[in-house]
């Protein structure tokens, strides 16, 4: 059987949602489901935020950049190394992006570099209309001084951790937590997931209400259909978010298993030239995918051998993010850094990490790529 990088993992208390969902015939995009799920994830974070469940995280993102005023012209200033929905809504705006490398302590966004950066644009008034970072395979970015330098320069802060639910950042802050708003996702791929969907976090009220609003095609208060700005439908369907309250029940397990899939792998694969994603003091990763570099000089195989080795054994891995200011779409676009996320990407690989996937599975994937690194030696 196929080894997925990381599949949906029923908890098996889904179906009972839905079916209270169908018994009261909200077969809808609003809801008690999702009403109770958009709760279940706010208390889950701590409470008092303000939790609105949307079709993707790549829709919320796109709600998030529209409330926080960036439109045409504008810049954006991302990681770098992230998945392209965490991207694209910038486009969507007619904004640019501004790419950002990695700390390498980290593999999250290089504060300092940001930090540098936003004197610079200051001096020259061009600041960005929000940054948006990402909390890369899991790991949340490290938020004090990113808050620090949105509240100094007035910029909106959009934090994208759509792979982190269930993280924690110093003293037990969840990941989701940050900035103006977070994004989360549950694809299928997810901590959790929807089937599809996302959610827009936020601690301002406003926001919340006026994702609400642009979501559900920007109606304004009418008994017909009154219109003063364009709007999406970008809702969280009630049956998703019935499938969502299943999940939301086991979300602390489903981050166990990852981070033990991940410890796993370290303690049996760790070695002079392979490196594993380093996870901070105080940080507490959701290690969605176990991520880590290889270098081929030392090890003797690269991340290509790896990769190409697991999929003859029908065994999927994957590189890590293509860094986005590598992509044809944004070729020449500006990017301040030293080339951190390249050598992760040429030497980085993500392997089945999927909380559902067996101990026996894992030691096969262990085994074969053992097999391989004694074969080089
Ligand atoms: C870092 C990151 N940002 C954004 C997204 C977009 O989320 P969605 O697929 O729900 O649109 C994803 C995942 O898919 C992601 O991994």
Not at 101 to 109: E, I, P
């Amino acid at each position: 059987m196929r080894i997925w990088l990381s599949r949906p993992h029923m908890s098996g208390r889904e179906e009972a949602h839905v079916a209270q969902a169908f018994a009261s015939n909200f077969v809808a995009p609003l809801g008690p489901q999702l009403d109770a799920f958009e709760n279940k994830v706010s208390q889950y974070l701590g409470g008092g935020l303000h939790c609105v469940g949307l079709s993707s995280g790549s829709a919320a993102l796109h709600l998030a950049l529209r409330i926080a005023g960036v439109g045409p012209g504008d810049e954006v200033w991302v990681s770098s190394m992230t998945f392209a929905g965490g991207i694209f809504p910038v486009n969507y705006l007619g904004a640019k992006p501004r790419f950002f490398d990695l700390d390498k302590d980290s593999w999250t966004v290089d504060v300092n570099i940001l930090a540098e950066q936003l004197e610079i644009a200051a001096s020259e008034s061009r600041l960005p209309k929000a940054i948006v970072p990402t909390d890369l395979y899991g790991q949340s970015v490290d938020l004090d001084p990113l808050e620090a330098l949105a509240a100094q320069y007035g910029i909106s802060l959009i934090v994208d951790s759509a792979e982190s639910l269930g993280a924690s950042y110093k003293e037990g802050r969840m990941a989701g937590t940050g900035g103006d708003a977070a994004i989360l996702s549950f694809n299928g791929n997810k901590i959790i997931t929807t089937s599809g969907g996302g959610m827009l976090v936020t601690r301002h009220k406003a926001w919340a209400d006026e994702a609400r609003f642009l979501a559900t095609q920007a109606r304004d208060p009418a008994p017909h259909y009154e219109h003063s700005t364009f709007g999406y439908n970008y809702r969280l369907s009630n049956i998703c978010a019935a499938i969502g309250l299943g999940q939301m029940e086991v979300v602390d397990d489903r981050v166990s298993r990852r981070r033990a899939i991940f410890d796993r792998y370290r303690d049996a694969l760790i070695r002079p030239g392979i490196s594993f994603m380093p996870e901070p003091d105080g940080l507490r990763s959701t290690h969605w995918l176990t991520a880590f570099a290889i270098d081929p000089n030392q090890v003797g195989v690269s991340r290509e051998d790896i990769r190409l080795m697991l999929l003859e054994h029908e065994i999927e891995s994957r590189p890590l993010w293509k860094p986005m200011h590598m992509q044809p779409l944004y070729a020449g676009t500006a990017y301040h850094g030293s080339g951190v996320d390249e050598r992760l990407f040429s030497q980085g690989l993500c392997l089945p990490s999927g909380s559902d996937m067996s101990d026996d599975q894992q030691d096969e994937v262990i085994g074969r790529i053992l097999q391989l690194l004694d074969s080089a030696n």
